[in-house]
């Protein structure tokens, strides 16, 4: 099968992260699966892949969240606005931009319809922005998810079922050390020799960055050599102003940042040195609100490093007891328990030699392979298109413009 598969942006996020994961899968399982994201600065996705990409050509892009994906629905529509560019098998969608252009190209009839992964749900205060995520969801052919979790809430919001096709890892990739190439990273990021931990997301609500903070003030009293890293940028367009309460607070507590300092702000990391930060690193700290399925727990497990997550779904579905330290995300105390835990030397090589287990356990030809039930039920001949939405279904769509 030919297989379009559809992202956000390439920037280093989690969705762009799993549908090049979920391509080269394809790809050496003997389909064409070519991932495609709109890129306005031309630089390409934020690491080489194994298999085909398009940069989609995009416009420069400010203002408002729904302006900026309005823009991109866009910038998906123009690419693909002739028979030629769809000449593929299969169309599949992974967030809300590509979606809705998934949605019009196939009210244009250029493509027969579209499989759709929903990551998860947002809770968007912005209408026109719920009003894409509801068209995104409902007019797609066939709807998978990453956990139960969200299949259920799916089901309950929207009475879709869905299938739950997973995660993936590439073990190949991110594995135990230590690497000699390791200490470079060290010393650019100026850390010292611990204890190390590593919060991934940037300085996110989501992630709960404010209690990650919080819970690193309370275990550096105890251990003043500890350091913090925080790595990543914020991926929402609704999330102004909490990284400047991130660093008031980080303030208020007496924590410097920078190169060397208690906390680092590293920002974007280059793809190549994520497994060595993941190795360099004691913990992670990933006490996340909202996850699809927390992709860096994943990684971190296959580098060897131990993980501090939310005793909640999804992490619940796929982690054992022991598997992981399970805290209260929103409970300071337990967060900085758990980090101090972390650190204990028998239960360190626990959590090491179990998560490596789990991320042995999350190949990704065997998620691939989930996925191909339903691409085969929507490639054209192989079964009937479903007919568009009607009644309740249908009110974003028929609200929407025949071009967004």
């Known amino acids: 099968m030919r297989i379009a598969i559809l992202t956000p942006s390439t920037d280093a996020r989690g969705t762009v992260g799993y549908a090049l994961g979920l391509g080269e899968a394809l790809c050496m399982l003997g389909h064409e699966a070519v991932v495609h994201a709109p890129d306005p600065t031309g630089r390409g996705f934020f690491r080489d892949a194994r298999c085909p990409t398009v940069s989609v ?30 000449d593929f098998d299969v169309f599949h969608g992974h967030c809300t931009i590509s979606g809705n252009a998934l949605a019009t190209l196939t009210r244009r009839r250029l493509i027969p319809g579209f499989v759709r992964t929903v990551h998860r749900i947002e809770a968007w205060p912005d209408l026109q922005l719920a009003r894409w995520q509801d068209r995104a969801i409902v007019d797609a052919g066939r709807l998978l998810c990453l956990s139960r979790t969200w299949g259920a809430a799916l089901a309950s919001e929207y009475g879709i079922e869905t299938e739950v096709v997973g995660s993936g890892v590439d073990t190949a990739f991110f594995r135990p050390g230590p690497n000699p190439d390791d200490d470079a990273l060290r010393r650019s990021l100026g850390l010292n020799h611990g204890p190390i931990f590593l919060s991934v997301g940037g300085f996110s609500a989501r992630k709960n960055s404010l209690a990650v903070i919080e819970a690193f003030a309370t275990l550096r009293a105890a251990i003043p050599a500890a350091q913090l890293v925080v790595a990543g940028v914020a991926a929402s367009p609704e999330t102004d102003g909490y990284e400047a309460r991130c660093r008031a607070a980080l303030e208020h507590a007496g924590l410097t940042v920078g ?52 005793a909640r779904p999804p992490f619940t579905e796929y982690l054992a007891p ?29 959590l090491r030699n179990a998560g490596l287990e789990v991320a042995r356990a999350h190949a990704w030809a065997s998620c691939a392979a989930r996925h191909l039930p339903s691409y085969a039920a929507l490639r054209p001949g192989a079964a009937p298109v479903p007919p568009p939405a009607t009644g309740a279904a249908a009110w974003n769509t028929l609200r929407m413009s025949p071009d967004a």
């Open 259 to 310: 190169p060397g300092q208690p906390v680092v702000h590293a920002g974007r990391v280059a793809q190549a040195d994520m497994p060595a930060l993941y190795r360099l690193c004691e913990t992670l700290v990933f006490p996340s609100l909202a996850e699809g399925y927390g992709q860096p727990v994943l990684e971190a497990m296959a580098s060897g490093t131990p993980v501090i997550v939310p």
């Open 322 to 350: 022991g598997e992981a330290l399970a805290v209260n995300p929103e409970d300071v105390a337990s967060i900085a328990a758990a980090m101090r835990t972390s650190l204990e030397p028998s239960r360190r090589g626990r």
């Open 57 to 86: 050509a995009a416009k420069a892009a400010c203002g408002s969240g729904a302006a900026l994906v309005g823009a991109r629905i866009a910038d998906y529509l123009s690419h693909f606005s002739t028979p030629a560019a769809c």
